[in-house]
């Protein structure tokens, strides 16, 4: 990095006390069951959202808690900083997760308990270790005295996982008094390890993120009797369309962000890399392989199919869903593509919808990053990516709020990382919740 960045004040250290605080968090975090199944249901947001609160409200401040509908609740917090003409800065997490079925898992996935070194349980990565980091932080500054340099609003937010209307979106419609004068925000999948050598370990930061387009396709067609020849079944010509669809590869689109990020593995890697002929380079990316394969292209993966009610009889219409997400910048030439695909007789709609979104690599924050990394691993450099995913920056980009993935870990190289966001068996490093919540108190005294 060509920017210059402060070295913190030797003084300003979260305690041991804090550090730990942080893995027992995670632990408690992840035994409320806050499984997300996609409808009105959310169970046990609401009881995360008052154990945060409680955690908050502990160390002198005045949570707020939001319910947008019965169950789905989100926390939110406002610490003041010493410099109040300052930009507020915004940490957010989701306390959601996606289900999980305890015969799969080798320890119960809301147990939260320590094994071979980590923390297991649903959203142990996903993202209960940032919510828990973020917590110890807070804490810990707060019982020492030690105010942030501005304003922080920490925000604790429902529905992530099914798209954040009952939270993050809810919060920006209906509550954005809550975010004033925040012009920065941190968040998840971002700020985690790929070792390359023992001389260099990139920290991916995560700048840009693909636009999500679920949606849901219809054929209508004859009905009739199973026995008889149709020429016009709709599940044939359905399965056909989608078939089509689920094999296209869409073409190679390297967006600004996807190329610095090149830009950066080259120089680490010492060889040019051609984002044509990629194939080579993710087999040597190990687990992040997953997680920037996906960022060269648009994709869009069937999900689901439905059709018919008894086995003799040929439906009038059959349905498919799909996870469609387009690259920053593609998103004409991917809903074109889209249609040419599918064909005329396929009608498509959408059943959510959201932004891509990007912001350059540069800035103070960006500075405080690198030097917050550096002054726990001295061989770190932080790095741009995308992200194939999306996350609740797409409901704070609409308050023109510029946003990056930085939840800071450490981690193994042998370590699936990838895997374990929606996996079986996630799991988070015990060492990595420790250094991450070193380097988030770093970043808060130089943000």
């Known amino acids: 990095m060509s920017q210059a ?7 300003s250290r979260i305690s041991e006390r804090g550090e730990q605080e942080a893995v027992e968090l995670c632990r408690d975090l992840i035994r409320i069951d806050t499984s997300n199944y996609g409808d009105h249901s959310g169970p046990g947001e609401r009881a995360a959202a008052e154990f945060v609160a409680e ?12 319910e947008s509908h019965p169950g789905r609740a989100s926390t939110v917090a406002r610490i003041e900083g010493t410099d109040p003409s300052r930009p507020a800065l915004l940490i957010h997490g989701h306390t959601d997760v996606v289900p999980a079925n305890a015969d799969d898992w ?5 147990s939260g308990e320590i094994a071979d070194g980590c923390v ?13 980091m973020t917590l110890a932080v807070i804490r810990d500054r707060l019982r020492s005295g030690r105010r942030p340099p501005r304003d922080i609003v920490v925000a604790f937010l429902a529905d992530e996982e099914a798209g954040g209307v009952y939270g993050a979106r809810h919060l920006v419609d209906k509550h954005p008094d809550l975010f004033e004068g925040v012009t920065e925000a941190i968040s998840e999948v971002g700020g985690f390890s790929f070792t390359v050598n023992e001389k260099l370990r990139l920290y991916l930061v995560e700048t840009a993120e693909k636009g999500i387009n679920w949606m849901r396709l219809t054929v209508e067609g004859t009905a009739g009797h199973g026995s008889m020849t149709n020429e016009d079944n709709a599940v044939t010509e359905l399965c056909e369309a989608v078939a089509r669809l689920g094999r296209h590869r869409f073409p190679v689109r390297v967006t600004k962000t996807v190329r610095s990020f090149l830009d950066e593995l080259s120089d680490a890697l010492g060889t040019e890399l051609d984002p044509e002929d ?12 997953k997680l920037i394969g996906a960022t060269l292209r648009n994709t ?17 219409q059959a349905t498919a869903h799909v996870d469609g997400r387009f690259l920053p910048g593609f998103e004409e030439e991917f809903q074109a593509d889209l249609d040419r695909i599918l064909g005329p007789r396929v009608v498509r709609e959408s059943v959510h ?95």
Do not use: C
């Open 353 to 447: 919808y959201d932004r891509a979104v990007e912001t350059e690599f540069d800035g103070a924050l960006v500075g405080a990053m690198q030097t917050a990394l550096r002054a726990e691993d001295p061989i770190a450099r932080a790095v741009p990516y995308m992200l194939s995913g999306g996350t609740d920056a797409k409901s704070f980009s609409r308050l023109g709020i510029r946003n990056f993935g930085f939840a800071p870990l450490q981690l193994p190289p042998e370590l699936d990382f990838a895997g374990m966001f929606h996996g079986v068996d996630e799991r988070v490093p015990v060492d990595g919740l420790k250094f991450g919540a070193r380097v988030l108190d770093r970043f808060i005294e130089l943000s």
């Open 106 to 110: 080798t320890h119960h996935p809301f």
């Open 300 to 316: 869009a993966a069937p999900t689901q199919l439905g059709a018919g009610y008894k086995v003799n009889v040929i439906p009038g």
């Open 278 to 289: 990629m194939d080579e380079t993710l087999a040597k990316l190990g687990g992040i392989a």
């Open 55 to 66: 955690q908050l409200a502990e160390v002198g401040l005045e949570p707020q808690i939001f």
């Open 120 to 132: 297991w349980g649903r959203g142990a990565v996903d993202m209960k270790d940032m919510d828990a």
């Open 5 to 11: 960045s402060p070295t913190p004040p030797e003084e």
